[in-house]
């Protein structure tokens, strides 16, 4: 999802509950607070010496252990004026890719993407998800689609790292 379309989101839904969840039936804990946004840029070079570049939007979920048990979520209203004062500061790249980063003491630290949104009459959700790692170069390398041929032709000795 693009910076610009998860900004819009908020803003269209303003009196809205902002939920995540970052496992399937699992949520983020209405103690949560926006406490860090990332302008990064990445700039790399995979396994078949392609290069690339692109700019990401990172926003930092975390669970305030001084609020367990909040039962109320943080409106999208207020994720938008805390998102909107950070855009002031240092401009958004639109058309970056948003992530969530979130972790908890049952779930590792990691940057998820946003799967699934689901707008109800109180509640603006986003499902997120992590994507597995892969090669970019499977053409350069010669490794066909398949997973498991993947996993196979980058181990070590197979050819393509």
């Known amino acids: 999802m693009k910076t610009s379309e998860f900004l819009s989101l908020l803003d269209n839904n303003k009196d809205k509950s902002l939920l995540f969840s970052y496992q399937p039936g699992k949520w983020v804990g209405a103690n949560y607070h926006i406490t860090e946004v990332k302008h990064t840029k990445i700039d790399s070079v995979d396994c ?28 999208c209203y207020k994720a938008n004026a805390i998102l909107k004062k950070v855009g002031k500061m240092k401009p958004y790249d639109m058309e970056a890719e948003v992530k969530l980063e979130y ?15 689901v ?11 992590v994507y597995k790692t892969d090669c970019k170069a499977k053409e350069t390398c010669g490794i066909p689609e398949p997973a498991a041929a993947v996993a196979e032709a980058c181990a070590p000795g197979g050819g393509c790292c």
């Open 48 to 75: 078949g010496s392609g290069t690339d570049a692109w700019n990401e939007t990172i926003i930092q979920l975390w669970e305030s252990p001084s609020e367990i048990g909040k039962r109320d979520y943080m409106s």
């Open 103 to 117: 972790s908890n003491d049952q779930f590792h630290t990691a940057q998820l993407f946003v799967d699934q949104v």
């Open 119 to 129: 707008v109800t009459e109180k509640e603006l959700q986003f499902h997120l998800s």
